[in-house]
């Protein structure tokens, strides 16, 4: 079967080495196009970029020659990892031209008809679309966002909740410093140190669960009515966003409750057959330190969420730690991901009829 | 003026060294004798310690020779360091032989008679050491403890706001390694990596609050009525533990009246003279970014407490960010802080009369 | 093809760990049994293990009932990770009872009838077999041993070069702290901090070399004939020991010269078609500022020596930097490489033909 | 006595930074001044500067203007810690105009009329200042320099044996982060790393000491004759550059002949009563794990060198481990001891007699 031509946006920087790196041997996907700033633009990719994951770029994308922002481009499948203001306009401008575009970035994801997609848990949202098209008069084209990867063991685990009345949340998170990009966190800034601040982030993390975890209406999404406070850290780790989480509940369940609804999650249906959902979705380990980011974050090739240390909460109901891979499950994995739920769901135009049938199965 | 004998217990541990590297030039105490487990005992300081603070041990400790758990000790002031199972029976034994003990451990604090000092907080406190002398037959000796060093920052920041009613407490913590004593933490287990658990931490941090903040009636502590919920964290930090701080009060004061009551804070009058008395006792920064471990922690020689972040939670009242130095502020430095407030207010027996005046000035 | 049964001794251990993660899907080998000390014995393997490795102990392995030192042991192939006091008397007996013996540990290395193997660059010093088997009455028995892990960039490098007369070595090691087994080195050692020593390790890696690069006479190995020196550092890194090493030789070759062997050398024949044969056996890189350990030490599965920054030395000839995995390379995967040379040079009794016939591929 | 006023050049950088926290409290001088690039000129220093030492920048400087490199500067004395490019003709420009220039900067290093001063060792070098305003007319105007920071601990370590005939050594660092300057190393490229590799810096290690320790002639110094070969390596560790040294020597002392000579070593007699000058300049340390970066870079308040291991080397004649605290005795301390001997060798106009005389003692 032919493969779908995806184009990189960001393609050198952290989140888009990452991609590149996901997609090395991807059953649908091949990169075809990796576009980045006008510094890098016109270089071979080995040469524009300097590789931050192990290892070496993949030889096949090492010597496309980045392209320029203004490019013409010939993917029907953009990722996108640019900066916040390029992609503020540029997404919606390549949506517009008719590229399906799947982002990992903030700008446009709490625009009404536009998505936040974690397809296990919100695969219907991606109907958005179809509202997108008509607000906006684009016709082969879409625009559908990852959430940001400090709130995703959190949303994770709390989607199999709902049922229970989720009503407050209190979130701690212990960041990774890879969520900053490259070069990002100065090392004289991180070693022997917590940085207890990240811009913008604990505004997102009050904000974005609402999106993903409510009910989508006819042409937007009702917001979960759920009250979240989250205080955002810096800590000296590489990879994996630790959450420790205290919920609130309308009808308190037991604990075990909770840990049967976990083992329990198989997901949105329209997700389970995608080639990048994570099985399983979630993993409740019994180790009484565990989750731990180095430890925890591959489970699952970096998509699965590990979830631990389930027990009660004198102040709300219950707590609990969890943990996702920022730049996998929270970033480039979640991004492509979403791709493939546009594809499997026939909103790319073109694409093989038997990858349209893939999420039916 | 001549100074106090004191003898350190577990003097070959890492919160021991801090005793020693602490009193090196104390204007009141003279490390006069250490005492460590049989394995150490019977060598001199130096060859028996394997120091893990900067530089070299003083070179008047490190030629004493080690004593053991069990020798006839002749200091007046003991101070504690010892792990809890042989501190549960040889501190009360040492204040039976008239010993004043200042203890690091956790094995008394939550006995009715044994106040959990804070002398910044609740130096009124030490009148227990009335009671366990009625109590438990002891002439002229005594047993006091300091907290655990993960609720210190917590706690001092509260106790100027006790007047506004705290409630509610929501606290996640991130402690450094040197919190574990040594070897402790194995690198192995905590390079690039966060440990969501800390063996029995949560435990205290939910209940020596209560009592540390209490108020003293006449043969015991009236626990502070708050719910506490806590989550422990190891992050790989040298010293100083971070912890994020959410609480509600029954009378809400606005931010201002916080930042207010925290430059104005003194502390108790009976502990401001004395000679490790933290200069000032909180600071508040407003760096957007700040406390940080490593930049923070040695404020005030490390017995300062550094808030910052101050801002609305929207699930309690308030939130924000503290720190202090787990050894210094958090172990030994207020293990003699607590011993100079025995000292100052005639607990010690033949000390100078000069120092029992200390705290009038 | 059935597979052959294996036990590994020091199981619960860091390189017992790296074993068991090893051969999961071991085409040839299985693990059968795992053995510890007194204090594991009986217990379920995944009870005993403290696992610090990512993630969790294979299942096959997590119910294995830990095994005594002293137990009778079924597999013919025993995969020692054993404590060098512990595998000085062990080891032999085992071999004396008939099992092949791969050992990782230093006890009996520069026995003269005992190899060292690295079978790429080494494999026809497996002929000591025989010669111990005469000498120690040995009939299926044997006993073979893998190198010093801080050696073996160092030697796989200078292997294709002895063609020019390797005389003069300097080395300078930067040793991940997964050498020193778990718990070993305190993170209050490490954080922050290089530790310039390891004890015991600057002679080996004087004198290892020499062996494993020396020419195998009649009954015994003759040393290489060269000097080297050697200083052995501690750095705060989990995996991967990175060497500088200066090189003098007898006939001076040219840089290019140099990356011309390393680019043709495949390593000895008998070795090449092992499951475990490292593809390439050396990576020459041309990153300015490689190899470095977290993003070169899993090049071929953690098996292939990186070298880098190839240049002249105005002291001795030329220098090098050279990297290559420790716990795998340099401890668990050589040692099942050995065990696999064994195999295919029918050194192990009943195993199956198939397996006997790889090496001639 | 009334201070001197000092401009500080590049002042909002990491060495500009720590200039400004070991000038608090300075016997002789003053920050009267702060120079940063145009971003910084016109704001208050404690706005315009991250500061990302402990705790906050001094108060009486928190609050001086930025000037910008263009600026008119009053203060007689000028500590340059300028990038190399700016550098290269600011200090020549602002030596013209009068001000004595004691650079951090590599750009005029090697030219031979400018001495790299390391008073301890080579405090006569400082009369090529008369050269150089005979050269290049200069009347009240010098430029001296000082070293990279790499080759300190090695440089100082050598020169008491200098006697021996040091003739040719290998030099291997680790080296801090802090030696980049901030940002400097990113996080990304450093955590579980080392990077094998500093842009320059093997070239000036192998050349700079040349000219430290070479001799004064009339209008030169000749550099000693030794050839040194250096391989540079970045660590994950603060403060503190660590290095592995052989040496071979014409005439080879004996072990207690080197101990013995580091233990007499007082240095220069120009040098030893000058404020920021090292007591004791060299510690030798029995420790058999030492020196160490985070525990012994602090000792003689960062300006002591520290060195241990010493031994005999299989290769040349001995091989030892030195340290030096980088940003203090091999930067921002260095460079304001080279200041603090131009005052008292009477080089900077209308200084106090009282401080000339200050040598003589």
Redesign the interface.
């Given at each position: 079967m032919p493969k779908l031509d995806v184009a990189i946006l960001g393609a050198t920087g952290?989140v888009g080495q990452r991609f590149i790196q996901l997609l090395e041997n991807h059953p649908w996907f091949r990169v075809a196009e990796v576009v980045a700033s006008d510094r890098s633009a016109g270089k071979p990719y080995a040469e524009a970029c300097r590789w931050?994951?192990?290892?070496q770029p993949p030889s096949e994308v090492a010597q496309l020659n980045v392209l320029p922002l203004d490019a013409e481009l010939n993917s029907p499948i953009v990722l996108s990892a640019l900066p916040g203001d390029v992609a503020k306009t540029l997404e919606p401008e390549l949506a517009a031209r008719g590229h399906v575009v799947s982002s990992n970035t903030s700008s446009h994801r709490m625009a009404a008809d536009v998505p936040i997609l974690l397809p296990d848990i919100n695969a219907d949202h991606v109907r958005l679309v179809d509202v997108q098209r008509r607000n906006r008069g684009w016709t082969s084209g879409a625009l559908v966002t990852m959430s940001n990867c400090t709130i995703v063991a959190m949303v994770v685990a709390l989607a199999p909740l709902l049922k229970f009345g989720v009503k407050?949340?209190?979130l701690?998170s212990?960041q990774a410093?890879?969520g900053a990009g490259?070069?990002?966190?100065?090392?004289?800034?991180?070693?022997?140190?917590?940085?207890?601040?990240i811009g913008g982030e604990e505004e997102k993390a009050?904000t974005e669960p609402r999106k993903i975890l409510g009910a989508l209406a006819s042409d937007h999404v009702n917001m979960l009515d759920a009250?979240?406070?989250a205080?955002c850290?810096r800590?000296?780790?590489?990879d994996g966003h630790?959450v420790?989480v205290?919920v609130g509940f309308e009808h308190k369940p037991s604990l075990d409750d909770i840990k049967a609804a976990w083992a329990a999650f198989e997901g949105h249906p329209d997700a389970r057959s995608l080639p990048s959902a994570p099985h399983p979705i979630i993993v409740y380990t019994d180790g009484?330190?565990?989750?731990?980011?180095?430890?925890?974050r591959?489970?699952g090739r970096g998509m699965t969420t590990t979830v631990?240390?389930l027990r009660e909460?004198?102040?709300?109901d219950v707590?609990f730690?969890g943990l996702s891979h920022n730049t996998i499950r929270g970033a480039a994995g979640g991004a492509i991901l979403n791709a493939e739920l546009l594809v499997a769901q026939g909103y790319v135009q073109n694409a093989p009829v038997a990858l349209t049938a893939t999420a039916a199965d």
């Open positions: 952290a931050v994951l192990a290892g407050q949340i209190n701690v212990m410093i890879s490259y070069p990002g966190v100065a090392s004289l800034d991180i070693l022997d140190n917590v940085i207890p601040y009050e009250t979240i406070s205080a850290n800590v000296p780790v590489l630790l420790c205290s009484p330190d565990r989750p731990q980011p180095r430890r925890d591959e489970a631990g240390r909460c004198p102040l709300l707590k730690v």
